[in-house]
């Protein structure tokens, strides 16, 4: 008789095939561990895809939406819902702190669409002008609009034709991104750090040369922080882990993953000097389940304890810790340990991996090795693994995650 559980047939039988999946079947979690089905204990530096800022089950996250959800867990957005007014608030004055307003939707790809319909929109009003600018390696989510503004042909293929209005510009080449402006460009879309291809921030330089122009020719500065915002960097604001201060003004920022903490909850926000009330009125955008009551108890929550714990400054310290720790070993099989607060990219050496790994890209391999180990870590792209620890962390964390990693990578030798 077999003993293979029932739901592993099921998974291929119902479930849609589109993912990759490694065979791990985690069923518990509690902070920066979870547990499989069959009792195996993991590290988690995956963290759901930089998901889960406090780890799993953060009792406060549990506690918020325990209550909530015994209180009003939906209610439409044709209501005064005191949850957002609160949640938007605290995004404003406490993590931006620029005069803005704010949208709740659930997803970092719905709130990447809300930038690209403002920025049509406010093209539409400004002369008719309707192009976005991305970047070769970004990832702006899976919907058509997000997808066509995602500068990688591998995200395309098979689902032509895309709309129009997107130019791709080399990241962090300030020449190419002059030559690229015409009288149709009304905005520009940049992550201040590429999560999907490798963990890649973009330079102060370009950064500052890139609001110089948005300035010079009224475009938008749109910034994608649904990877990077609240804390993964080391700050609230994502953009002031490369220019601390106040200099940078965007004009619109998405966010999503750490918001939550695992419940879907995305947003957007608008600068008030594009009087974003004037673009988006009533009835031009809009939601069922965006901003709910049970979605922003628990993004209070989150927020609330990101701030209250100072879990930026022990990103900051933690992740270069860890950064220092990793540069020390001069490991063959690392080429460059790239971060910033927790968000740290191992490059890894692919030369060295083909021995190994064969065909398959490194980071896959590498990913595979340290499960198979206890360890989780997130692929990104062929040769990067990013850890994307929770943001409060210990130092016998960091010291184990070490440890297991060092130890997969000198037995590949």
Same mark, same amino acid.
């Given at each position: 008789?077999?003993?293979?559980?029932?739901?592993?047939?099921?998974?291929?039988?119902?479930?849609?095939?589109?993912?990759?999946?490694?065979?791990?079947?985690?069923?518990?979690?509690?902070?920066?561990?979870?547990?499989?089905?069959?009792?195996?204990?993991?590290?988690?530096?995956?963290?759901?895809?930089?998901?889960?800022?406090?780890?799993?089950?953060?009792?406060?996250?549990?506690?918020?939406?325990?209550?909530?959800?015994?209180?009003?867990?939906?209610?439409?957005?044709?209501?005064?819902?005191?949850?957002?007014?609160?949640?938007?608030?605290?995004?404003?004055?406490?993590?931006?702190?620029?005069?803005?307003?704010?949208?709740?939707?659930?997803?970092?790809?719905?709130?990447?669409?809300?930038?690209?319909?403002?920025?049509?929109?406010?093209?539409?009003?400004?002369?008719?002008?309707?192009?976005?600018?991305?970047?070769?390696?970004?990832?702006?989510?899976?919907?058509?609009?997000?997808?066509?503004?995602?500068?990688?042909?591998?995200?395309?293929?098979?689902?032509?034709?895309?709309?129009?209005?997107?130019?791709?510009?080399?990241?962090?080449?300030?020449?190419?991104?002059?030559?690229?402006?015409?009288?149709?460009?009304?905005?520009?879309?940049?992550?201040?750090?590429?999560?999907?291809?490798?963990?890649?921030?973009?330079?102060?330089?370009?950064?500052?040369?890139?609001?110089?122009?948005?300035?010079?020719?009224?475009?938008?500065?749109?910034?994608?922080?649904?990877?990077?915002?609240?804390?993964?960097?080391?700050?609230?604001?994502?953009?002031?882990?490369?220019?601390?201060?106040?200099?940078?003004?965007?004009?619109?920022?998405?966010?999503?993953?750490?918001?939550?903490?695992?419940?879907?909850?995305?947003?957007?926000?608008?600068?008030?000097?594009?009087?974003?009330?004037?673009?988006?009125?009533?009835?031009?955008?809009?939601?069922?389940?965006?901003?709910?009551?049970?979605?922003?108890?628990?993004?209070?929550?989150?927020?609330?304890?990101?701030?209250?714990?100072?879990?930026?400054?022990?990103?900051?310290?933690?992740?270069? @810790?860890? /950064?220092?720790?990793?540069? =020390?070993? +001069?490991? #063959?099989?690392?080429?460059?340990?790239? *971060?910033?607060? &927790?968000?740290?990219?191992?490059?890894?050496? @692919?030369? /060295?991996?083909?021995?190994? =790994?064969? +065909?398959? #890209?490194?980071?896959?391999?590498?990913? *595979?090795?340290? &499960?198979?180990?206890?360890?989780?870590?997130?692929?990104?792209?062929?040769?990067?693994?990013?850890?994307?620890? #929770?943001?409060?962390?210990?130092?016998?964390?960091?010291?184990?995650?070490?440890?297991?990693?060092?130890?997969?990578?000198?037995?590949?030798?």
């Amino acid at each position: 008789m077999s003993t293979t559980p029932p739901e592993t047939q099921w998974l291929s039988q119902y479930v849609l095939g589109n993912y990759g999946r490694y065979d791990v079947w985690p069923v518990r979690g509690e902070g920066a561990y979870v547990w499989d089905r069959d009792g195996k204990k993991y590290l988690d530096f995956a963290g759901g895809v930089a998901v889960c800022p406090l780890g799993h089950c953060p009792p406060p996250v549990v506690k918020a939406l325990a209550e909530q959800a015994s209180t009003l867990i939906h209610v439409s957005n044709w209501y005064c819902i005191d949850k957002q007014a609160e949640l938007a608030r605290l995004i404003v004055e406490e993590c931006v702190q620029i005069p803005g307003k704010c949208f709740f939707c659930n997803s970092g790809a719905e709130a990447n669409e809300g930038l690209i319909k403002f920025a049509r929109k406010y093209g539409q009003q400004t002369g008719g002008r309707f192009e976005i600018i991305t970047f070769t390696g970004s990832f702006h989510g899976r919907t058509f609009g997000a997808m066509t503004a995602t500068a990688q042909e591998k995200i395309h293929g098979g689902f032509g034709p895309l709309p129009p209005g997107f130019v791709y510009v080399p990241f962090n080449d300030l020449e190419a991104l002059k030559a690229a402006i015409t009288d149709k460009t009304v905005a520009i879309l940049v992550e201040p750090v590429q999560g999907e291809s490798g963990v890649n921030a973009v330079t102060a330089e370009f950064l500052r040369g890139a609001q110089a122009l948005c300035r010079e020719k009224d475009l938008l500065l749109l910034l994608d922080e649904v990877q990077v915002g609240f804390g993964r960097a080391g700050e609230m604001a994502g953009w002031r882990s490369i220019i601390p201060g106040d200099e940078i003004q965007p004009d619109g920022i998405s966010w999503a993953k750490a918001i939550g903490s695992g419940f879907p909850l995305g947003s957007f926000w608008i600068n008030d000097r594009r009087e974003p009330g004037k673009v988006l009125g009533p009835g031009t955008h809009g939601t069922t389940y965006g901003g709910s009551p049970l979605a922003c108890a628990v993004g209070i929550a989150t927020l609330r304890t990101i701030l209250d714990e100072k879990l930026c400054d022990n990103a900051k310290t933690r992740g270069a @810790a860890i /950064a220092a720790a990793g540069r =020390a070993w +001069n490991h #063959p099989l690392i080429k460059e340990v790239r *971060q910033l607060g &927790l968000f740290i990219g191992w490059e890894l050496n @692919a030369e /060295a991996f083909k021995a190994t =790994a064969g +065909n398959k #890209p490194a980071s896959i391999f590498l990913a *595979q090795k340290l &499960l198979d180990a206890g360890m989780m870590v997130t692929p990104a792209g062929p040769n990067v693994v990013r850890w994307l620890s #929770p943001l409060n962390i210990t130092a016998a964390h960091a010291e184990e995650g070490l440890s297991i990693f060092k130890s997969v990578l000198d037995a590949l030798l």
